[in-house]
């Protein structure tokens, strides 16, 4: 991915320079600014240069968090595969080709999403797609018996090796809006849906259907809590009387990625000053989302 800057280099390095005195600072240093102008005028040479070159214009003000942020998960769209952000087989809310609508019915609404598979003896046969909009259409033309292989549509299928940069292009230029993900063995794998692409690109969308915010931290017996990643640092602090620091990150979650490392696989265990053994419930690809907690000992 190449940035395309739709200014003349040389006049905003003209308008912006700084005085030799200034620039140079005895350090030899160019400036951010003039690092940025340069890097756009050259072009950056991979995707890591354009990402560190993103990340200095956070620091210094050109880019908000939110903006940096979405500008790295179009980055990473296009390094990444299906695979890497699918609906799970076993997560995957479907239909049986022979159930009657009396009996489906309570899941499509419990369930708030707007497109099914339809399977057969099991959902490797998956015999098309049911669109929730073909129900009410039904609903709304009164035509007596509802016949669900009269209404599905032909499921389309893909490969968990495709890229998503690609299956996103794909979306648009189908106006289809889910597609059934396949292995090497021709087995199902999961779903994706153009949704779950672009979560990928600016995080996490909720509906009215998603779930109410959860408590930043509930207790689950004696000294034992379940925390949301995203609980403020200063507010788990006045919680548990501890002083975790809040210099370089905001939130819980942040704090343990950074003594991770890298993003942590469910069930891996960190502790934090003596006292709070985090283990993780739940994560992504890209951050942490819920933990279980011991405190290990009382100050």
């Known amino acids: 991915m190449r940035p395309h800057v739709g200014v003349d280099a040389p006049s905003v390095a003209?308008?912006?320079?700084?005085?030799?005195d200034q620039s140079s600072n005895g350090s030899g240093r160019r400036s951010w600014l003039e690092r940025i102008v340069s890097a756009f005028s050259n072009e950056p040479r991979d995707r890591e240069e354009l990402k560190n070159l993103l990340k200095e214009s956070l620091q210094n003000g050109v880019l908000d968090s939110d903006v940096l942020a979405m500008m790295e998960g179009a980055i990473e769209v296009s390094e990444m595969q299906v695979r890497d952000a699918m609906v799970p087989r076993s997560q995957m809310v479907v239909i049986p080709r022979d159930g009657h609508l009396q009996d489906f019915l309570p899941q499509i609404l419990e369930s708030g999403h707007s497109r099914f598979p339809v399977i057969g003896e099991d959902r490797d046969e998956?015999?098309?797609?049911?669109l929730a909009k073909d129900l009410l259409r039904h609903f709304a033309d009164g035509k007596g018996e509802f016949s669900l292989l009269g209404v599905i549509r032909p499921a389309v299928l893909i490969p968990e090796s495709k890229r998503l940069n690609i299956l996103l292009r794909d979306f648009k230029a189908s106006r289809n809006h889910m597609a059934i993900v396949v292995d090497e063995y021709g087995g199902v794998s999961g779903l994706i849906t153009i949704e779950d692409v672009l979560e990928e690109i600016v995080g996490e969308i909720d509906d009215e259907h998603d779930e109410e915010e959860e408590a930043p931290v509930t207790a689950l017996g004696e000294q034992r809590f379940l925390v949301q990643a995203l609980t403020p640092i200063a507010?788990?602090?006045?919680?548990?009387?501890?002083?975790?620091?809040?210099?370089d990150y905001d939130t819980i979650g942040g704090l343990l990625l950074a003594e991770f490392g890298r993003v942590p696989e469910h069930g891996e265990v960190v502790v934090l000053d003596d006292r709070f053994e985090f283990r993780v419930t739940a994560s992504d690809n890209r951050r942490i989302v819920t933990?279980?907690?011991?405190?290990l000992a009382e100050v």
Do not use: A, H, P, Y
């Open 126 to 130: 998956v015999e098309g797609i049911l």
């Open 235 to 247: 507010d788990f602090n006045d919680t548990f009387g501890s002083r975790l620091s809040d210099e």
């Open 14 to 20: 003209s308008q912006f320079k700084m005085s030799e």
């Open 291 to 295: 933990l279980e907690m011991n405190v």
